[in-house]
């Protein structure tokens, strides 16, 4: 049983333990982490994927515990190739933290090879980041607005069930524009509205154990309509509500249990999505350059580009959602 959530509700009780569990297609659930008994134990992941027909940017900030990290990939998607890097810093008496407020905040992280500094206002963020030596060899820039558009997306709380003050809360919102440049080495991107879209992905946990965690997801224009996709693996009790959702202009539909079939550890090779009686029957296929898959590792992280093949019938059986050569990349990571 799916459980939606339509009210307002804070995670956490005055005892500490999560108040409810399910989801949402607007952020109803209050994190109100000071009353969260593992308060200082919780790890935080605020992820963004910018793209065009042309380029990919994935940036992730995250905070583990002591540990503060900065991840980037860059994809080319019409000429091909990838280049990431990332960096790790500890800090020991003073934590960096991500804002929790979605107005009027900024983030700002500075280290030897790299200054990012991310800007929230009440309906844009302002992206700028300065990497040296990117990937080893060459510079990355990037100066990028995103303006947020009205939207609904997907918000999911799941408690453990053992213990519920352990908590997992996820919030997918593909709900922004975006307008820029991203320069690497020799060349330069340029990003323009309309054609060019990004999603935010939130993720807060507190968990008793560590969890290897899959997810596809996919923001792109099918038949003149937005389209974004989030097919992900089990993270805590997920009996009233999972993340298998997909959004299409800014109406957010949602899926029970996705089967996935894999090719244990090949990431050249396609990877199988069905659910429902022919519900939802699709296929990521991986790019590849000169025989190797266009992918990326980033310490516990890895991101695959490619394509989506197969179609979904959830609204409309009569005119499912054909998603054919439709770029998507796939989300593997261990937290």
């Excluded at 999560?18 to 659930?29: H, N």
């Excluded at 994935?58 to 091909?80: C, Q, T």
């Excluded at 025989?291 to 179609?311: H, S, Y």
């Amino acid at each position: 049983m799916q459980r939606e959530i339509t009210e307002k509700h804070k995670i956490f009780e005055q005892d500490g333990k999560v108040m409810c569990a399910g989801w949402s297609k607007s952020p109803v659930f209050e994190y109100n982490q000071e009353q969260s008994k593992t308060y200082g134990k919780h790890g935080k992941r605020d992820c963004y994927f910018i793209s065009s027909d042309e380029v990919a940017l994935y940036l992730s900030a995250e905070n583990f515990g002591n540990e503060f990290l900065v991840k980037i990939a860059v994809a080319d998607l019409k000429r091909g190739g990838v280049i990431s890097d990332y960096t790790v810093k500890k800090s020991i008496f003073s934590k960096i933290d991500l804002p929790e407020s979605k107005s009027n905040n900024e983030l700002l992280f500075t280290d030897k090879q790299i200054q990012l500094q991310i800007t929230n206002t009440v309906d844009k963020k302002i992206i700028k980041c300065d990497f040296i030596d990117f990937g080893g060899n060459k510079n990355l820039y990037f100066n990028i607005i995103l303006s947020e558009l009205e939207s609904e997306g997907l918000y999911e709380l799941a408690p453990f069930e053992r213990n519920r003050r352990y908590f997992y809360y996820k919030q997918f919102m593909p709900n922004f524009l975006a307008q820029g440049i991203i320069r690497i080495g020799g060349l330069e991107y340029e990003l323009k509205e309309p054609n060019s879209r990004a999603y935010f992905d939130v993720t807060r946990f507190s968990k008793p154990r560590k969890h290897s965690y899959q997810r596809l997801s996919a923001d792109c224009i099918i038949d003149s309509k937005r389209f974004s996709l989030n097919l992900a693996s089990r993270v805590g009790d997920n009996r009233y509500g999972n993340e298998n959702s997909f959004i299409v202009n800014g109406k957010t539909a949602k899926l029970s249990q996705i089967n996935v079939k894999n090719t244990n550890g090949r990431l050249d090779r396609p990877w199988y999505f069905k659910g429902g009686i022919s519900a939802v029957d699709i296929i990521f296929k991986p790019f590849t350059v000169k025989g190797e898959p266009m992918a990326v590792n980033m310490d516990k992280t890895t991101i695959i580009f490619g394509i989506l093949l197969g179609n979904i019938k959830h609204i409309d059986f009569d005119n499912p959602i054909v998603l054919d050569n439709s770029h998507a990349h796939m989300i593997l990571t261990e937290f």
